[in-house]
């Protein structure tokens, strides 16, 4: 066939001489819309919670509109913060957020080390090993803990059940298999020809993991230590389960169970304390937002 | 009918002005080459043909209408990328057949077209791969299959060469001609590489700082180049630029390069310069394939000089010659036998029929 | 150099000979130390995870006492109970209308952030992110205020277009409506995030060739978009099934399981039944049906992850 003999006989579509750039302002439009629908979807709780914790409890059974404040007032927030049982609270998510983070870190970086880098026998059955653990929930594992916690307890007269120092132990079977998947990611993306050359001028594997790749995958580091920290930070079941006393809960337990007394909600206060509580996560999120996406989406685009 | 046409066309990002006002006629059936340096403008006019890019101002008619606001889907074209943008998760067939699909053609018809198109491009057995199994040179045939497929009234390639080796890339552009011969859609072809212009086009469109320097066909670029940078741009390697005079003594006219050195203006050329001012900087563009190793004969315009040579490249079929004249680094061509060694003298011809006079300051052809 | 030169062979054998020997201790060096390196984390999760899951087992064959051994007697017994099929189904329902309605907003709002320019895209993903950073306890309570019988924001809201109060928490439907909104409201923000991502690696060129092909825009999406997305869409959407399958905060705060125990699940009905009544074997019966469904979701996970390594 000299020329190629297609019949245009195939269905003609009907061409709409449509002006591109008015679909394309359109098509910007609509999206502006729908995103700001779904901003302020996200927004209205935290946003409402700010609203009442400005409220006086006289003022939130009197049952005006729940959108404004007429009478702002600060008394919530001072009464929460000079409780002693909130701040009470406060420190001990901070204590245990802070040391889990470590903790985690210790456990999670030189494990991702070994797994990313030194190929040894079973290593790769356990890098992906690692992340299956999160198949077996917290919802599943916190009644044998607690009743393997009990009989510890009662065999070694160490007192596991209601201290908040349990969480120590548990709270890092949640952070530390993404914390681990995330730095084997960002260590595996560091070029082997780096370790080549840290080996020809001397340096051992400890020297080569904390002067060469702790650096270079510093920002997957800070990622990883934002999700550790946020994960204990918002820790409610084991927490709820392992400590009863009041001078052993965590925020988001204490706040849910004494501030709500009996039947007497007194809903400024808690919405204070519910505000006061978001408050180190949502701070580090405005602050380091792009590392916690970055770790977040690590999974993502780094396989 | 599947001419197309750009009058006045302007592209303008923020404030920056990529394509300045070029206005382009190319006739159904024809293959025109856009070519120029990075950032000339090329790949931006292309991309207006073809709706992916808005137009800031002028015309572009495909066919007789008006397409500034017709969406690339609408416009009955085909585009063969550089990086070919074959989807990944459909075979060859269907990545051939996606277009057609799309707007319902007949199964028994979809399957012809694409093995016709297959067979012209000699990739049936391929034709249930997926990319990700296929070479690079195989990837673009495939591209240039879902365009064949389409039968649209302009063929588009942005650089589709790019991306391969040499010798691949000398094997697709015959490729590519023979393809032209076969099907004879209109073809707007972008290129940085003037090898693959000359030996494509019917008509070349050198592109230079968002402005077309000249349209012509490959024949004319070469001899007639309209302005200095199209005189260095087509030929490699490219056209040697030495400052010179026009003297004329007595009724002789010479080209004075040095000092030392100056040719008497051939007859040829005689009447073309005959109003250029005398005594004037000027340029003297010669190719290096004119300057050549003297053999003896004299001819008319052709004038022996000695030179001592720089660097020497053996070619196999031919060596080139580098030398220095007034500070001017110049490229020769000579036969491989003619005894050239770095450092060591040669005596050279030049053939000052083919020279070209250029105003430095305008950069235009005299 | 010149003094390496005059040494004889002598010293050059003892030396290849010092380099085998030292290159085979360090080989073993390197297999031990990488293992202690990675010793903290099995043994964490061998004892924090693994053992316990098997435990959890044990225990489910034990009376409330946990003296005798019962074998699946506690089992047949919740297979009895009419609760037990209540949580089974409305752990299913929560699960599936939950991921599938993250899924779909996350989908849906990542396109519209990958449509406006890059530069203003931080700011909406700053905005659109705030539910899943706030820990979900906090946000729970948030929600149960708004929700509030008496006092809800919403009923106030929609008393003044005429629509009675609704029992967000109170009534059967609308208590499974709104443990469903709360959990969507937390999780599809994590959608959004990693479909963006995902969004933004597809290569422009794809679109183009679709475009020039013929395809309008919900056909881009369809024959180009979904396509590379299908590994991120599938491994999200089985994690977040097996995380909101195991959902306990939300459950918890909000209904803690009413009204009548028809917003229970698996998580929060073990918890009733083991911590609040103290009957751990018959707990961690019902937590152990978790087990099957987490173990189908684990195979389906292996194969796209093993997949997407040979893919790429």
Redesign the interface.
């Known amino acids: 066939?000299?020329?190629?003999a297609?019949?245009?006989a195939?269905?003609t579509?009907k061409?709409?001489?449509?002006?591109?750039?008015?679909?394309r302002t359109w098509?910007?439009r609509?999206?502006?819309f729908?995103?700001t629908l779904?901003?302020i979807?996200?927004?209205?709780?935290?946003i409402?919670?700010l609203i009442?914790s400005l409220k006086g409890s006289a003022e939130?059974s009197a049952?005006t509109?729940?959108?404004w404040v007429f009478h702002p007032t600060l008394s919530n927030y001072v009464e929460l913060l000079t409780s002693n049982q909130f701040l009470r609270f406060f420190w001990n998510s901070a204590m245990v957020s802070v040391i889990v983070v470590t903790i985690t870190m210790?456990?999670?970086v030189?494990?991702a080390?070994?797994?990313s880098r030194?190929k040894?026998?079973g290593?790769a059955t356990?890098a992906?090993g690692?992340?299956?653990?999160?198949?077996?929930?917290?919802?599943?594992?916190?009644?044998?803990?607690?009743?393997?916690f009990a009989v510890f307890g009662d065999w070694t007269g160490i007192q596991l059940i209601n201290r908040w120092y349990v969480l120590l132990?548990?709270y890092?079977?949640l952070t530390?298999?993404f914390c681990?998947w995330i730095m084997i990611g960002y260590f595996a993306s560091i070029p082997k020809e780096l370790d080549e050359a840290a080996i020809i001028d001397g340096a051992s594997?400890f020297q080569t993991l904390t002067r060469i790749f702790i650096p270079v995958a510093l920002p997957g580091l800070i990622a990883a230590t934002i999700f550790a920290f946020?994960v204990s930070?918002?820790q409610?079941?084991y927490p709820?389960?392992f400590t009863t006393s009041t001078d052993q809960l965590v925020l988001?337990?204490g706040?849910?169970t004494t501030l709500i007394k009996g039947d007497v909600?007194n809903?400024g206060q808690?919405?204070t304390g519910?505000?006061l509580?978001?408050a180190p996560?949502?701070l580090i999120?405005a602050f380091l937002?792009d590392y916690?996406?970055a770790g977040?989406?690590a999974?993502?685009?780094k396989? | 009918m599947a001419e197309v046409s750009l009058r006045k066309v302007v592209k303008r990002y923020d404030d920056v002005e990529a394509v300045r006002g070029i206005d382009l006629e190319i006739a159904d059936h024809e293959f025109v080459v856009l070519v120029g340096p990075s950032g000339c403008g090329k790949s931006t006019t292309l991309r207006m043909i073809a709706?992916l890019e808005?137009i800031t101002d002028g015309d572009i008619t495909i066919g007789g209408d008006v397409v500034n606001?017709?969406?690339p889907k609408?416009r009955d074209i085909a585009m063969v990328f550089q990086n070919y943008a074959l989807y990944p998760h459909m075979t060859v067939a269907e990545n051939m057949s996606f277009g057609?699909r799309l707007?319902?053609?007949?199964k028994a018809?979809i399957k012809s077209?694409v093995t016709?198109?297959a067979r012209?491009l000699d990739i049936t057995d391929l034709i249930d791969r997926k990319p990700k199994q296929l070479s690079g040179g195989q990837r673009q045939r495939v591209a240039m299959g879902r365009a064949?497929v389409r039968?649209p009234k302009v063929f588009l390639f942005d650089e589709p060469l790019s991306n391969l080796d040499a010798k691949l890339r000398v094997q697709m552009r015959i490729e590519i001609k023979k393809v032209h011969q076969?099907?004879?859609t209109t073809t707007v072809y972008v290129t940085h590489d003037q090898v693959e212009a000359m030996t494509l086009a019917d008509r070349v469109v050198v592109m230079n700082k968002g402005k077309i320097e000249q349209i012509g066909t490959p024949n004319d670029l070469y001899h007639n180049p309209a302005t200095r940078f199209v005189a260095g741009f087509i030929g490699s390697p490219a056209m040697n630029f030495l400052p010179c005079r026009l003297e004329e003594t007595g009724g002789n006219v010479n080209v004075r390069v040095s000092d030392r050195l100056a040719f008497p203006l051939p007859p040829a050329r005689a009447a073309r310069y005959q109003n250029v001012p005398r005594n004037e900087k000027l340029l003297l563009g010669i190719r290096p394939e004119h300057l050549t190793e003297a053999n003896g004969h004299t001819a008319p315009g052709v004038e022996n000089f000695e030179t001592v040579l720089d660097v020497t490249e053996p070619m196999g079929m031919e060596t080139l010659v580098y030398f220095t004249l007034e500070g001017t680094y110049v490229c020769g061509r000579v036969d491989p036998s003619a005894g050239a060694r770095d450092g060591a003298p040669l005596r050279l011809a030049v053939d000052l029929n083919n020279m070209h006079l250029l105003n430095e300051g305008t950069g235009a052809v005299l | 150099m010149a003094d390496v030169a005059l040494q004889p062979t002598r010293v050059v054998a003892s030396r290849s000979a010092r380099r085998t020997s030292s290159l085979k201790s360090a080989l073993q060096r390197?297999?031990t130390?990488?293992?202690l390196?990675?010793l903290?984390?099995?043994l964490?999760?061998g004892i924090?995870?693994?053992?316990?899951?098997f435990?959890?087992i044990h225990?489910a064959t034990l009376n409330k006492a946990?003296t005798k051994f019962v074998g699946f007697g506690n089992f047949q017994f919740l297979f009895k109970r009419e609760t037990f099929w209540m949580v089974v189904e409305q752990s299913c329902l929560f699960a599936i209308t939950a991921v599938i309605f993250k899924a779909l907003?996350g989908f849906?709002?990542a396109h519209?952030?990958h449509?406006?320019p890059s530069k203003k895209q931080?700011k909406?993903?700053?905005?659109?992110?705030?539910?899943w950073?706030?820990?979900?306890?906090?946000?729970t309570?948030?929600?149960l205020?708004?929700f509030?019988p008496?006092?809800s924001?919403f009923n106030?809201?929609l008393s003044a277009f005429g629509i009675g109060p609704i029992s967000w928490l109170g009534e059967v439907g609308w208590a499974r409506f709104s443990v469903i909104l709360v959990n969507v409201?937390y999780g599809a923000?994590?959608f959004m995030?990693?479909y963006l991502?995902?969004l933004k690696?597809v290569p422009d060129q794809l679109y183009e060739a679709a475009a020039i092909d013929?395809a309008n825009?919900w056909q881009r999406i369809w024959y180009v978009t979904l396509p590379m997305m299908r590994n991120?869409i599938a491994?999200t959407t089985l994690?977040s099934l097996?995380?909101t399958f195991?959902?306990?905060?939300i459950t918890?705060?909000l209904t803690a399981g009413g009204p009548l125990d028809h917003t229970h699940l698996?998580?929060t009905w073990?918890?009733k039944i083991?911590?609040e009544g103290s009957d751990?074997p018959l707990?961690?019966s019902v937590?152990?049906f978790?087990?099957p469904i987490?173990a189908i979701?684990?195979v389906f996970?292996?194969r796209d992850?093993s997949k997407?390594?040979n893919e790429?």
């Open positions: 066939m000299s020329t190629l297609i019949d245009k195939g269905p579509r061409v709409k001489y449509g002006s591109m750039s008015r679909d098509a910007m609509w999206s502006y729908f995103l779904f901003a979807f996200s927004l209205v709780p935290p409402y919670m009442t939130i049952a509109n729940p959108w210790l456990i999670s030189p494990a080390f070994a797994l030194m040894f026998w290593s356990l992906t690692v992340f299956l653990t999160y198949l077996i929930p917290d919802s599943l594992l916190f009644l044998p803990l607690f009743k393997m132990f548990l890092p079977t530390v298999p681990t594997w946020t930070w918002a409610f079941l709820l389960v988001p337990v706040i849910t909600f809903w808690i919405m519910a505000l509580g978001a996560p949502l999120y937002m916690y996406i977040l989406t999974g993502a685009t396989g | 709706g808005d606001d017709v969406p609408d057609l707007k319902h053609y007949p018809e077209r016709e198109a012209m064949i039968n076969k099907v004879r | 390197k297999s130390t990488a293992f390196m990675t903290p984390l099995i964490l999760i924090f995870v693994i053992y316990p899951a435990y959890a225990l946990m907003i849906i709002v519209f952030a449509n406006i931080r909406w993903r700053g905005m659109l992110l705030v539910p950073v706030i820990p979900p306890a906090m946000s309570l948030a929600w205020w708004l509030d008496s006092y924001a106030y809201t409201w923000p994590f995030i990693m991502a995902s690696s013929g825009w991120i491994i994690f097996i995380v195991a959902n306990f905060d918890r705060i698996f998580a073990a918890f083991g911590i751990i707990g961690a937590s152990l978790m087990a987490l979701a684990a996970i292996l992850v997407r390594g790429a």
